[in-house]
């Protein structure tokens, strides 16, 4: 009995760990974006709207925002905060937003 504790307690502690290891989602870090593109990513002019857009091309503005390519007042110092790995997280799930 007491092994099978030992063991039930060993998952426990473990799945957490293997959730944060994985980080958030790009559900959860698109939150984030909301702030200025409107809830779910609708927002009015002339802030454009995010939601729906194609994930290749939100990535791609993401990227040129990150390496500074692309110049603007607040992205770069956004998307300087996500790692290549997140921007296309978030990408993934904005272009799935109906």
Do not use: W
């Not at 092994?3 to 959860?28: D, E, M, N, R």
């Not at 992205?75 to 937003?97: F, N, P, T």
């Amino acid at each position: 009995m007491r092994g099978i504790l030992v063991t039930l307690g060993a998952i426990a502690l473990a799945c957490p760990a293997a959730a944060q290891a994985s980080g958030p989602t790009g559900q959860a870090m698109a939150q984030n974006c909301y702030v200025c593109h409107g809830p779910a990513g609708r927002s009015a002019p002339p802030i454009p709207s995010i939601a729906r857009m194609p994930a290749d091309f939100l990535r791609g503005r993401m990227m040129e925002f990150k390496s500074g390519q692309l110049p603007s007042t607040v992205m770069a110092r956004i998307a300087k905060g996500y790692s290549d790995e997140q921007i296309v997280a978030i990408s993934d799930y904005l272009a799935s937003l109906k």
